[in-house]
């Protein structure tokens, strides 16, 4: 039987791959219209209506302090499930492509590097080498505060 939490789905974010286990991942979507809510911080790009589920949406780039960008017909919704304070929260991440599943032993994987200077980079749970590539794996429950899951849950 194969392990599950070794499972990663791969996506990127610029130039850079980033890794969540797929355990945590519901479905992948293409881009849909995305109903914007004032007042929200900028990353809360808004709702979707999935299914007939509304489902916040979270610009990924932004969240990470990236640049921007238009959408294009690479650009998708990682529909994932978070937990914070014993509730589980459904919301939709906006990456520029996603990529493949992958398998990452633990012997790949190594701790992040420590910055210091008061960055908090919790949510990087580890490296992953995968030939010559580094995959930037993501502990999705620590992505957000839980303040911001607090703004997420009233949207």
Partial sequence: ????????LTFRLKEERYGIP?????????????????????????????RGKIIPVVDLRLKFDMDEIEYN?????????????????????VVDTVQDVMDIDDDDIQDPPKYGMG????????????????????????????????TLETV
């Fill in 22 to 50: 797929i355990i945590k991942v519901k479905e992948i979507i293409g881009m849909l219209e995305i109903t914007s809510i004032p007042k929200l911080p900028n990353f809360i790009k808004g709702v979707i209506n999935l």
């Fill in 73 to 93: 017909e690479r650009t998708s919704i990682i529909v994932i499930e978070l937990v914070a304070d014993n509730n589980t929260y459904t919301v939709g991440i």
């Fill in 119 to 150: 960055i908090n980079q919790d949510f990087i749970t580890g490296m992953g080498k995968v030939k010559d590539d580094v995959i930037m794996l993501l502990n999705t429950d620590k992505i957000f505060s839980v303040g911001e899951i607090k």
């Fill in 1 to 8: 039987m194969e392990r599950q939490d070794s499972k990663f």
